[in-house]
């Protein structure tokens, strides 16, 4: 086979036979297919797409490109959940203690932020002492006796989404849906949960920008999961605006905290609770949705949820104290309100752009070998629908000195538009693909 003639084919609107696919990964994987070709199949890709049978043998092929995690050891049932990506999405910090408090064990496989978003890893990292790199006895021997623990992504699993997604982060095809859905599935299936749910975002802060875009994704990942014999659940949710009111690694677990704790609803509990359910349906936990949000409420009620988390700090090496005192976390020496130039109601929030200005401040990467600052970020005082007086706090920015505060001030009040008429709200969750 020549790797011309597959790009060749593909774009011509071709479709590539499981051998070729095949034979492209194990390629691209060794070394042997350069980036340069790489890049002209992802592009031809991007514009042609993959049908359904392409999308899975990729899947499979990219899967099988490294190691599986084999949580057989594990009493009970597994699951796992994976967000496409968003700003100030904290929800795995919220989700799985409350999950593991219902007693279906998570075991997940995390990463790090990069461009406007954050990553999973980097706000753990908030607590002093916590460790990501985890042994794989070490992290089974968790989720076994705690419940849930939360790794980074070892080099072992899928090297070919590792080569593949650094490609597309400078080549523009990114946003391919089955370039998306492989590269989230090898890596899901790979990790070994019996039950997937999937939060594809959808919005101005997301890779799908369309509700048409984002249900076509949703239905590609459960399709895909389908054939690949596993239950996947993906959850279409909005990431117009930010998700919570914080964003910035500390300040988002902090927001996390007053979840666990049912001091902070809003989007984020609404989140938890639609993806949890999910997983405890589908887990076998409970007779049907009502119910499992009734598990979920009780274990954040009771104190369960905020106790697993503590339990899931402290056996991954960090300060469990700082659970129950969160001023033990990172706190950024300047606070700096950010007035509204106008009254009226806010009509959107620039997610996107929420993000550039948390990593400006320094809170996130611009490329992967950035060191990050985990106190700095945003608090957001308003969200989409809310009235504003002139003058009101937008929002508080945390930063390390004054002038970086003034800079992203000015920054943060240019990512609201606010108009003389109340915005409704479109609904938070917009659809459950199964
Ligand atoms: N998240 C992933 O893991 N891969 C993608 O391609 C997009 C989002």
């Not at 020496?333 to 009509?347: D, I, L, N």
């Amino acid at each position: 086979m020549r790797m011309s003639d597959l790009i060749e084919k593909k774009r011509d609107g071709g479709v590539l036979s499981p051998a070729e696919i095949r034979w492209m990964i194990e390629g691209y994987t060794r070394g042997d297919i350069p980036d340069y070709q790489m890049s002209a199949m992802c592009m031809a890709i991007y514009f042609r797409g993959m049908d359904p049978e392409e999308t899975y043998e990729l899947t499979m092929a990219m899967l099988d490109s490294g190691d599986r995690i084999d949580l057989s050891a594990v009493s009970g049932i597994k699951a796992d959940k994976h967000s496409t990506g968003g700003v100030g999405d904290k929800t795995s910090l919220v989700l799985c203690p409350m999950v593991a408090a219902c007693g279906v064990k998570m075991a997940k496989l995390s990463g790090r932020g990069l461009g406007h978003t954050g990553g999973t890893i980097d706000k753990l990292e908030s607590f002093p002492g916590f460790t990501t790199a985890l042994a794989e006895d070490a992290f089974l021997r968790q989720v076994d006796q705690v419940g849930f623990a939360i790794a980074g992504q070892t080099a072992e699993l899928c090297p070919a989404d590792k080569k593949l997604y650094a490609l597309r982060d400078v080549t523009a095809t990114v946003a391919s849906r089955p370039l998306i859905v492989s590269s989230i599935l090898s890596k899901k299936l790979a990790a070994g949960a019996d039950v997937i749910v999937l939060d594809v975002k959808c919005g101005s802060g997301a890779f799908m920008h369309t509700e048409q875009d984002a249900f076509d994704l949703a239905r590609g990942l459960a399709e895909t999961g389908r054939r690949a014999g596993k239950k996947v659940t993906a959850v279409v949710t909005d990431m117009d605006e930010p998700l919570g009111r914080a964003v910035g690694n500390a300040l988002e677990v902090k927001e996390a905290l007053s979840a666990l704790r049912g001091e902070f609803r809003e989007d984020l509990m609404e989140l938890c609770l639609t993806l949890g359910s999910q997983i405890l349906v589908g887990g076998g936990a409970a007779a049907d949705e009502a119910a499992a949000r009734a598990m979920l409420e009780k274990a954040v009620s009771s104190g369960a949820a905020l106790e697993k988390f503590a339990q899931f700090v402290k056996a991954q090496g960090g300060d469990s104290a700082a659970v129950y005192d969160p001023a033990l976390l990172p706190q950024a020496p300047v606070q700096m309100p950010v007035p509204a130039a106008t009254g009226g109601w806010v009509r959107r929030i620039h997610a996107q752009d929420v993000g550039l200005v948390s990593m400006r401040l320094g809170g996130g990467r611009a490329s992967k070998e950035d060191e990050i600052d985990l106190a700095v970020g945003v608090v957001l005082n308003k969200k989409v629908g809310e009235a504003v007086a002139p003058g009101e706090s937008l929002g508080t920015v945390h930063a390390r000195t004054e002038a970086a505060a003034a800079q992203a001030a000015e920054m943060l009040r240019a990512c609201f538009e606010i108009g003389p008429e109340r915005a409704e709200r479109p609904p938070f969750i917009k659809g459950v693909v199964r």
